[in-house]
């Protein structure tokens, strides 16, 4: 993986992407919401925003900026904020999420849904995140990692060599994750189509 790869996979996906991948990823994206446990006055990044589909589930009364390497992509969350006036949302904004533009402790909470196998380095987008996290605030990821299916395991193994076009790694492992970024996990949940992803609820203690 690569961000060329990346930037190259989501320009073919801008276009489909709301109706190919929002019925699938929804239920996700409502957990980590409502595990955010927002309070008024809260300002919360999402890394990875894509189209901006998570955009109009967050509270009217926190403050919300959403970054995204793809500007194919960051085109259609703008129209999604203009066309359903979402005022809560401070930003969108191209940005490179292993070399934020942010402040430390810029944020109370930062959100990553169905990106850290996309990125190129995972471990450096954790230190980001963790970074720009106030400390003792939490950080959300959602994701596919891999499954312990032996079949399932199968396939992702043999898909592990289309990363680069898929725009994502099928053989992403959990444990090996948690490991690198020694993430302090406090919830873990199941989410999605047969709960083939995970949502991760850890305390940030940078």
């Not at 969350?77 to 066309?83: G, I, K, L, T, W």
């Not at 942010?102 to 980001?128: G, H, I, R, T």
């Not at 499954?147 to 076009?165: G, M, Q, T, V």
Request: hydrophobic share 45%; aromatic share 8%; net charge negative.
């Amino acid at each position: 993986m690569n961000i060329d790869a990346i930037k190259t996979a989501y320009r073919r996906y801008a276009r489909i992407y709301d109706v190919v991948f929002g019925p699938i990823f929804h239920p996700g994206r409502k957990v980590i919401i409502g595990a955010l446990d927002c309070h008024a006055g809260d300002n919360i990044l999402e890394v990875g925003v894509g189209t901006g589909l998570s955009l109009p589930l967050y509270p009217d009364d926190v403050k919300v900026t959403g970054i995204d390497v793809s500007a194919e992509m960051l085109t259609k969350a703008h129209e999604r904020v203009e066309q359903e006036g979402l005022a809560h949302v401070d930003a969108v904004l191209e940005m490179d999420a292993e070399q934020m533009r942010f402040s430390d402790n810029s944020f109370d909470k930062v959100v990553a849904m169905y990106v850290v196998s996309v990125v190129p380095d995972p471990v450096q987008l954790v230190k980001e995140m963790a970074r720009v996290c106030k400390p003792d605030g939490d950080i959300f990821i959602a994701n596919h990692f891999r499954s312990n299916n032996p079949l399932l395991k199968l396939a992702e193994n043999f898909l592990s060599p289309l990363s680069k076009l898929a725009g994502f790694r099928p053989d992403f492992d959990l444990d090996d994750f948690l490991q690198k970024t020694q993430l302090e996990v406090t919830e873990m949940h199941s989410v999605n189509l047969f709960g083939y992803w995970k949502v991760l609820r850890c305390r940030n203690i940078g």
